[in-house]
């Protein structure tokens, strides 16, 4: 605890220093007094870490009192910009992420699929006691002795189907973001997320109950589907921008010959 104590101030100095460059070019587009905003929270955390490596002469608990005020102060001016910055977008017509419909669908599978990761492990942990089989010796001295620092075939088909989905959900989180960014049809990209959740859970649920051969490998054959549709639709837009032809590592070259025409 000393050392993050320690510690602490210099993470409060380096980040505040840095904080301006990231919120200045955010607030660039918006107004001035986004711009005051993001000054006057640095100017803050300089402050809070200045006060926190002096001490002020306080006690530890006297301390931790002037932290605790300087985070709940910080937190409300981090809440404050956040939220102008988003009603200044607004204003300007500029879109907002939560306001793209495919986005919002990509979200809500793309939380579901999280959420059976966190269940999958929470399972392999409860089948872990259940069969006292532990992978580090200090947890299978505290649950019995060294005998059970052992593997267990129903523990390793946990990790298994825990270690698959984090080979596909993961992916999956790239490319459904960036598909939303594309404006699909609402339909077509809620179809693409449901067939590659329904087809992750129900791979799960073959991997952890061992239903009969073929069921897991159809559900995987399924959920992969609509990944290679995002992908493929994803690589077209990205060759095809706008309709134009040009392909997007050919686009600096045609700058570049352009310029170098206007100098001649």
């Given at each position: 605890?000393?050392?993050?104590?320690?510690?602490?101030?210099?993470?409060?100095?380096?980040?505040?220093?840095?904080?301006?460059?990231?919120?200045?070019?955010?607030?660039?587009?918006?107004?001035w007094q986004l711009e005051l905003a993001a000054v006057w929270h640095s100017a803050w955390r300089i402050g809070a870490a200045l006060v926190s490596m002096s001490g002020w002469g306080l006690e530890s608990q006297g301390r931790m009192?002037?932290?605790s005020r300087v985070m709940g102060v910080e937190a409300a001016v981090l809440t404050f910009l956040h939220g102008a910055e988003e009603i200044c977008r607004a204003k300007a017509g500029a879109p907002t992420m939560m306001g793209?419909?495919?986005?919002?669908?990509?979200?809500?599978?793309?939380?579901?699929l999280i959420l059976k990761m966190y269940v999958v492990a929470i399972i392999t942990g409860q089948v872990r006691l259940r069969k006292k089989a532990f992978a580090n010796p200090e947890d299978a001295l505290r649950n019995g002795g060294l005998q059970y620092y052992r593997e267990d075939?129903?523990?390793e088909r946990c990790r298994r189907?825990?270690?698959?989905d984090m080979e596909n959900i993961f992916p999956f989180l790239f490319l459904g973001a960036v598909y939303s960014l594309l404006d699909p049809s609402p339909a077509v990209a809620r179809i693409h997320f449901f067939i590659f959740?329904?087809?992750?859970?129900?791979?799960?649920?073959?991997?952890?109950?061992?239903?009969?051969?073929?069921?897991?490998s159809?559900?995987?054959?399924?959920?992969?589907?609509?990944?290679?549709s995002m992908a493929l639709q994803i690589l077209l837009a990205a060759v095809l921008r706008?309709?134009?032809?040009?392909?997007?590592?050919?686009?600096?070259?045609?700058?570049?010959?352009e310029d170098n025409a206007k100098l001649c």
């Open positions: 605890m000393s050392g993050f104590r320690s510690y602490s101030p210099l993470f409060l100095l380096v980040s505040a220093s840095v904080e301006p460059l990231l919120t200045m070019e955010t607030t660039s587009q918006c107004s009192h002037v932290s793209n419909t495919v986005f919002l669908s990509f979200t809500f599978y793309s939380t579901i075939p129903d523990v189907a825990h270690r698959n959740c329904a087809g992750r859970i129900m791979h799960t649920v073959a991997y952890l109950l061992k239903l009969r051969a073929p069921t897991r159809v559900a995987y054959s399924v959920a992969q589907l609509p990944c290679f706008d309709g134009a032809g040009a392909a997007p590592w050919r686009a600096g070259q045609e700058e570049g010959s």
